[in-house]
């Protein structure tokens, strides 16, 4: 597959690929665009085999308990931000086979948001950022750091919205060059609103500008507004996993982007994320915070719903399980020196 490129901007080239499904075969063609506010939906086919285990729920995988638990600070000190949509309710309801948080005795602990009724982008946000969070004695740039990428992340999910994720660890060599093209500045995160035409740096606008476009005017969730408090909770919930997700490994990149499934809040998937930061590996994520519809969206689909979950179109396959997407992910995509 290939892709050319005009005056900086990528110019998809139509590629087609055969995928082999245990005995079967399909043909899948696509147009690719790689960096810029141009981009598009990545292509995805029902047809992909499991290359994971079967998700199970509240399992840690051997040797991962510690990974897990220095993962799982920031949500501990955020208050569980990111977490929840808009307007997020629980109650019990009858039981109607959907998805349900927990089933006892013919009824469910059903939850809603109030993100149904928003504006979605017709082309998803493009967000150029890195996971982790560079250790550095100036304790007020850790902090300004933490506090900028945490807030950006925890937004996107309280939202629901679905984003295109370019990552931009310390010497990346594609999306980190472009981002500053792009935008002029060696600053991050920076967000791409092919929309609107709209491109942005600064944390706090380009929250304001999401509640504002996307979320009719909503108020911020009470953890995006504490002003020095959530400065402090940001730094202190990226310190256990300092520099995690922030330096560039090498790697090939995909044909097309990935398809990643999780919400800000979740230890496992911030483990998963981290690897796909440090590889450069481009994915839509399609956030899910407690509420979201696309949780029914994701059990349709699988028959199960648990997070992070992938999908790489490239290879035919998908995934659950945190620490086999990390496995995969480096065994796929990683090279060794």
């Not at 300004?144 to 950006?152: G, H, K």
Request: one cysteine or more; aromatic letters at 10%; hydrophobic letters at 35%.
């Amino acid at each position: 597959m290939q892709t050319a490129f005009s005056r900086g901007r990528a110019v998809p080239v139509a590629a087609q690929r055969v995928v082999v499904v245990g005995r079967r075969a399909c043909t899948v063609k696509a147009s690719v665009q790689t960096p810029g506010p141009t981009s598009e939906v990545p292509a995805t086919t029902p047809e992909l085999r499991n290359a994971g285990p079967e998700p199970k729920r509240f399992t840690v995988a051997d040797g991962q308990l510690g990974e897990v638990a220095s993962a799982s600070l920031p949500a501990l000190l955020r208050f569980g931000s990111g977490g929840l949509v808009v307007g997020y309710n629980v109650g019990l309801a009858e039981d109607d086979g959907k998805y349900a948080v927990a089933r006892v005795g013919g009824r469910k602990v059903a939850e809603t948001g109030q993100v149904t009724g928003l504006k979605r982008p017709a082309r998803p946000l493009e967000l150029y950022e890195f996971e982790g969070c560079p250790f550095c004695k100036k304790a007020t740039l850790l902090r300004f750091i933490a506090r900028s990428f945490t807030q950006v992340r925890e937004a996107i999910c309280a939202l629901d919205l679905d984003v295109m994720v370019y990552p931009c660890p310390k010497d990346g060599a594609t999306w980190r060059p472009k981002a500053i093209e792009l935008g002029g500045k060696k600053q991050f995160p920076f967000l791409v609103d092919p929309n609107t035409g709209k491109q942005m740096y600064e944390s706090d606008d380009i929250i304001a500008y999401l509640f504002k476009e996307y979320g009719n005017g909503a108020e911020l969730p009470l953890p995006l507004r504490l002003g020095s408090l959530t400065t402090i909770t940001c730094a202190l919930g990226a310190l256990p996993r300092a520099g995690r997700g922030n330096y560039y490994r090498k790697s090939r990149q995909p044909a097309q982007p990935l398809v990643f499934w999780g919400y800000e809040m979740s230890p496992f998937v911030k483990l998963a994320r981290e690897t796909l930061c440090e590889l450069e590996l481009p994915y839509l994520y399609r956030t899910v915070a407690r509420g979201s519809p696309k949780r029914q969206e994701l059990l349709d689909k699988r028959g199960h719903f648990q997070v992070p979950y992938l999908e790489d179109v490239n290879e035919g396959v998908y995934l659950f399980e945190s620490s086999a997407i990390v496995k995969y992910l480096n065994d796929t995509y990683g090279v060794k020196a």
